[in-house]
């Protein structure tokens, strides 16, 4: 794996990760959140006298992995091969969610492949997912903080899966902590081998945004996922299972990532914004 270069503090970039969702990519998953990628450019621009240019005067980047599971057709809920014509979709996950256990099989990739990108990134400041991409942001921002090592041998014993190695070798994200994670229509793990991610709680501020009109994800699941964030902020969007970029809901992420990132909180009207859509 190439080493990344060192990075000067006048270049140093807001980095946030972006886990997509089940039977996506991370192309993909650019290409829907494209609005939210300008907003973030607009909200954190680079070399430009604002409020959080001292922190990241290089602006802000997005950077985009796949799930290292490539899904089969029987895989994807609802997908009929001969419907497209005979072609595959370049569809992946970061696990996949046995019948009958509930046991997240393919786990330790998926991490390995997060923990192997952060590393080549030179570190993220935060994540933000969106379903299955959004349950995995809970699992990373949960690693990577402070007692979660010994978080996971104490339930280890009781049937809890071992830390993984991936991020307990070296300094997999040298920024530690992160200073945020969001999720759309996120879930919890209920499986009590993953109990250790979500005890003790999610000590990251997280933001949650559920759709009112999602039946891909269960509201209760979503709000399990919340319970277990030391501080819950949910926001409720009136759509389905998908990534809400209107201006309301934008609105809400931008001062969320703002808030945290800044030293002090940074008030701006979202009616003052230069909106992409």
Same mark, same amino acid.
């Given at each position: 794996?190439?080493? !990344?270069?060192?990075?000067?503090?006048?270049?140093?970039?807001?980095?946030?990760?972006? +886990?997509?969702?089940?039977?996506?990519?991370? $192309?993909?998953?650019?290409?829907?959140?494209?609005?939210?990628?300008?907003?973030?450019?607009?909200? *954190?621009?680079?070399?430009?006298?604002?409020? +959080?240019?001292?922190?990241?005067?290089?602006?802000?980047?997005?950077?985009? $992995?796949?799930?290292?599971?490539?899904?089969?057709?029987?895989?994807?809920? @609802?997908?009929?091969?001969?419907?497209?014509?005979?072609?595959?979709?370049?569809?992946?996950?970061?696990?996949?969610?046995?019948?009958?256990?509930? &046991?997240?099989?393919? +786990?330790?990739?998926?991490?390995?492949?997060?923990?192997?990108?952060?590393?080549?990134?030179?570190?993220?400041?935060?994540?933000?997912?969106?379903?299955? @991409?959004?349950?995995?942001?809970?699992?990373?921002?949960?690693?990577?903080? $402070?007692?979660?090592?010994?978080?996971?041998?104490?339930?280890? !014993?009781?049937?809890?899966?071992?830390?993984?190695?991936?991020?307990?070798?070296?300094?997999?994200?040298?920024?530690?902590?992160?200073?945020?994670? /969001?999720?759309?229509?996120?879930?919890?793990? !209920?499986?009590?081998?993953?109990?250790? *991610?979500?005890?003790?709680?999610?000590?990251? $501020? #997280?933001?949650? %945004?559920? @759709?009112?009109?999602?039946?891909?994800?269960?509201?209760?699941?979503?709000?399990? +996922?919340?319970?277990?964030?030391?501080?819950?902020? /949910?926001?409720?969007?009136?759509?389905?299972? *998908?990534?809400?970029?209107?201006?309301? #809901?934008?609105?809400?992420?931008?001062? %969320?990532?703002?808030?945290?990132?800044?030293?002090?909180? /940074?008030?701006?009207?979202?009616?003052? #914004? &230069?909106? !992409?859509?």
């Amino acid at each position: 794996m190439t080493t !990344p270069t060192p990075t000067s503090e006048s270049e140093r970039k807001l980095k946030i990760l972006m +886990l997509h969702g089940y039977t996506q990519n991370g $192309p993909l998953f650019h290409a829907k959140t494209r609005a939210l990628e300008k907003l973030l450019n607009k909200a *954190f621009p680079a070399n430009k006298a604002s409020p +959080l240019a001292a922190q990241y005067p290089g602006g802000v980047q997005l950077i985009y $992995p796949t799930g290292p599971i490539r899904l089969q057709p029987a895989d994807i809920p @609802g997908f009929d091969v001969n419907a497209a014509g005979g072609e595959e979709r370049e569809a992946f996950g970061w696990w996949k969610r046995e019948t009958g256990s509930g &046991d997240y099989s393919g +786990l330790n990739a998926g991490l390995r492949t997060i923990a192997e990108t952060i590393k080549a990134e030179g570190g993220i400041d935060g994540v933000i997912g969106f379903s299955q @991409g959004a349950a995995g942001a809970g699992f990373v921002a949960s690693l990577l903080e $402070p007692g979660r090592v010994e978080a996971f041998a104490k339930l280890e !014993p009781q049937g809890g899966i071992k830390y993984p190695e991936e991020f307990e070798q070296g300094q997999v994200n040298p920024r530690g902590m992160l200073k945020f994670a /969001v999720s759309y229509s996120g879930f919890y793990a !209920p499986n009590e081998a993953y109990r250790a *991610f979500y005890e003790p709680k999610i000590a990251t $501020p #997280m933001l949650h %945004f559920i @759709g009112s009109l999602d039946s891909v994800v269960e509201e209760s699941r979503c709000l399990a +996922l919340a319970k277990a964030c030391e501080k819950e902020t /949910v926001i409720y969007h009136p759509g389905g299972h *998908f990534v809400p970029i209107g201006k309301e #809901m934008a609105g809400q992420l931008i001062g %969320f990532v703002k808030e945290c990132c800044a030293e002090k909180k /940074v008030e701006e009207s979202v009616e003052d #914004m &230069d909106m !992409p859509f």
